[in-house]
């Protein structure tokens, strides 16, 4: 590793005056490199910048924004951005700063950039979800073989509190389950589908012409942004490597306005959730093996949870654990300002580190669950049906439920006016089920003889 110029030895900040020194010109330096000056980077560099005097009392040592790395140095930067610390050259720049903050993004170069900074000593803080749950244990052990931290609030929700909390206050609890809205653009879609009854397509518009979508909304309207973050959230509540690839995901591309009126109707809405629970373990129906189930999927969630109430872009993470009981995390997760925010307290807290000793804690993977297929991921269907109005039709639907080994809580039948006569509209909601058994009973019915037309399938979460 490079030492800082009159360092104490790895993990001190250089310069000999005490930490009372900081704010007076004198004293210990950290070095801060940053890699990537977008959204996210644009507003760290500002935020440095501006409350500099206030982050070195805090630390006990003055962060030093030392560079920039940027791929078009020409470009227009935002106000509070130094051209003078603009490089190309992040390779270069990782190796001379104590603390590197990546918010480039996506797996390469940013992974091989975050793996060369730990390799010369410098502390880590990325926003960087999709590398994290691509090659999370990778880049634990590499802040444990060069014994420097790892730090990342920002990759889960942005500005809320929700990695701290998982990976230090509630250690001491078992977590059962959480359930988040993770996303802010596919929340404010299916927020304005379900306030105005916009159609998806003129929701997503909406959402780009006001900067929440990206030009190219695939990641989050298909749901691999809230899933790279579900891998995440159940790595830490469950001490067990969980990935990407790991995670069931359906996005919300399927979602219909039909879909959205029968939640509605039900007294629901409509969120794209990211759900993390323990599966298994001895006390379920069928006495199945521990593990974890993993998933992001549209869910119904009846109005009165308090995840119902979390409208437009914001987010928020409810935690069920054994002994805290629930608990709601909720703000923004995504922007320039809120995401800095996460990222400047992780940059203050190995700061900390640095100046005082110690380190955050490392991986905890020891539980080691395996996570479950989707099938076998324990659900409640609401499925709306349109069923020939004629005798013995309840029966034959009642039947193929039945067969499937999926109970049905509650039947509401409405008869069907208009060019529909003879019809009649069904809204079945089930009792918990295997989802592979829900799924199935659907694909029955869709095929069976008194039903005309499957309308609206949705699963139910948060009853
Ligand atoms: N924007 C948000 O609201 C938000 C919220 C939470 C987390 N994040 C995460 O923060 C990270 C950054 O997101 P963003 O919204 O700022 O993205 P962005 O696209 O606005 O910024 C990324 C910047 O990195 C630059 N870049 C690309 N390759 C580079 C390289 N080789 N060297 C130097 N710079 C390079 C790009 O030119 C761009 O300016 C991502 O990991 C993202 O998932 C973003
Ligand atoms: N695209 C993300 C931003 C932060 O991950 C969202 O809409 O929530
Ligand atoms: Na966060």
């Known amino acids: 590793m490079?030492?800082?110029?009159?360092?104490t030895g790895r993990g001190r900040a250089s310069g000999d005056a005490t930490a009372g020194d900081a704010t007076a010109g004198g004293g210990p330096v950290l070095r801060v490199a940053l890699l990537g000056c977008g959204v996210v980077g644009s507003e760290v560099a500002r935020q440095l910048q501006e409350q500099q005097d206030e982050l070195a009392a805090r630390v006990g040592a003055r962060l030093e924004l030392v560079g920039i790395a940027v791929r078009r140095p020409g470009r227009t930067r935002?106000?509070?951005?130094?051209p003078s610390l603009l490089t190309t050259d992040a390779d270069e720049l990782v190796t001379r700063a104590d603390l590197v903050v990546e918010v480039i993004g996506g797996i390469e170069p940013a992974r091989g950039l975050v793996l060369r900074a730990m390799e010369h000593g410098a502390s880590v803080v990325t926003a960087n979800k999709a590398l994290l749950a691509e090659d999370g244990p990778r880049l634990y052990a590499a802040a444990d073989a060069a014994g420097v931290d790892l730090y990342f609030e920002a990759a889960v929700a942005g500005a809320i509190p929700i990695v701290r909390p998982l990976r230090d206050s509630l250690v001491g609890d078992r977590v059962e389950r959480v359930l988040g809205v993770v996303n802010g653009t596919t929340n404010f879609v299916l927020d304005q589908m379900d306030t105005t009854g916009a159609d998806l397509?003129?929701?997503?518009?909406?959402?780009q012409s006001l900067g929440y979508a990206e030009a190219d909304p695939t990641a989050d309207v298909e749901g691999?942004?809230?899933?790279?973050?579900?891998?995440?959230?159940?790595?830490?509540?469950?001490?067990t490597r969980v990935r990407a690839a790991d995670v069931h995901r359906e996005g919300i591309t399927a979602v219909t306005a039909a879909d959205v009126a029968a939640a509605r109707e039900a007294g629901a809405v409509l969120k794209l959730l990211a759900i993390c629970e323990r599966t298994g373990g001895g006390d379920g129906p069928d006495g199945a093996p521990e593990g974890v189930s993993v998933r992001v999927h549209p869910a119904m969630v009846p109005r009165e949870h308090p995840l119902a109430g979390v409208r437009?872009?914001?987010?928020?993470?409810?935690?069920?654990?054994?002994?805290?009981?629930?608990?709601?995390f909720y703000g923004q997760g995504a922007g320039g300002a809120p995401t800095a925010s996460a990222v400047l307290g992780d940059v203050v807290a190995v700061a900390r580190h640095r100046v005082g000793g110690g380190r955050g804690s490392s991986e905890s993977a020891y539980a080691d669950l395996p996570v479950r297929p989707m099938g076998e991921a324990v659900t409640r269907y609401h499925v709306r049906l349109e069923v020939h109005d004629r005798p013995g039709v309840l029966a034959q639907v009642a039947q193929v439920f039945a067969d499937h080994g999926a109970s049905v809580e509650t039947v509401r039948q409405t008869p069907l006016g208009g060019d529909a006569q003879g019809a009649a509209a069904l809204v079945v909601a089930t009792h918990e089920a295997p989802d592979a058994a829900l799924a199935a009973t659907v694909e029955a019915?869709?095929?069976?003889?008194?039903?005309l037309g499957v309308t609206s399938v949705l699963r139910v979460e948060g009853v």
Do not use: C, W
């Open 2 to 7: 490079d030492e800082p110029a009159t360092g």
């Open 445 to 451: 019915l869709a095929a069976s003889s008194a039903v």
């Open 78 to 82: 935002a106000a509070g951005v130094d």
């Open 312 to 328: 437009g872009a914001y987010n928020a993470v409810f935690v069920e654990a054994r002994g805290a009981g629930s608990l709601m």
């Open 201 to 207: 397509g003129d929701a997503v518009q909406e959402a």
């Open 224 to 239: 691999f942004d809230a899933a790279a973050k579900a891998a995440i959230i159940a790595s830490l509540a469950f001490h």
